[in-house]
């Protein structure tokens, strides 16, 4: 007798690696979205909880795995190229708030009624 539990054969672990990586994503750089409205993350949530499984499902699953290793890659130039070399903003920390605030669009004063 074989334990399902922990098989890594089904869509469940497709679900639990996006559900992972969103989880930790929003640990350490959610602080950065503080002014994105709260529909944007979750339906960015939903559509890679569709994606991703979708995507195993037709095409197999290192191809979704694949796409996810993939999706790294712009998060990597952005940050790493274009915000400190073409904004003057620390990719990592966001700073200065007041130029990532004008790069995002967001208006500086967080106090405004």
């Known amino acids: 007798m074989s334990c399902k539990m922990w098989s890594t054969e089904t869509l469940w ?15 350490f750089f959610g602080h950065f979205e503080e002014r994105t409205p709260r529909w944007r993350p979750i339906l960015k949530y939903i559509l890679a909880l569709i994606i991703v499984p979708m995507l195993s ?43 990532y605030y004008d790069f995002r669009g967001w208006d500086k004063n967080i106090f405004k009624e």
Request: hydrophobic share 50%; proline share 5%.
């Open 13 to 27: 672990f497709e679900v639990a690696v996006v559900s992972m990586i969103f989880a930790v994503g929003n640990i």
């Open 57 to 99: 499902v037709y095409a197999g699953r290192a191809v979704s795995m694949g796409l996810l290793a993939l999706m790294t890659l712009p998060v990597l130039y952005i940050h790493g190229y274009y915000l400190p070399r073409k904004k003057g903003i620390n990719g990592w920390t966001g700073e200065p708030k007041g130029r």
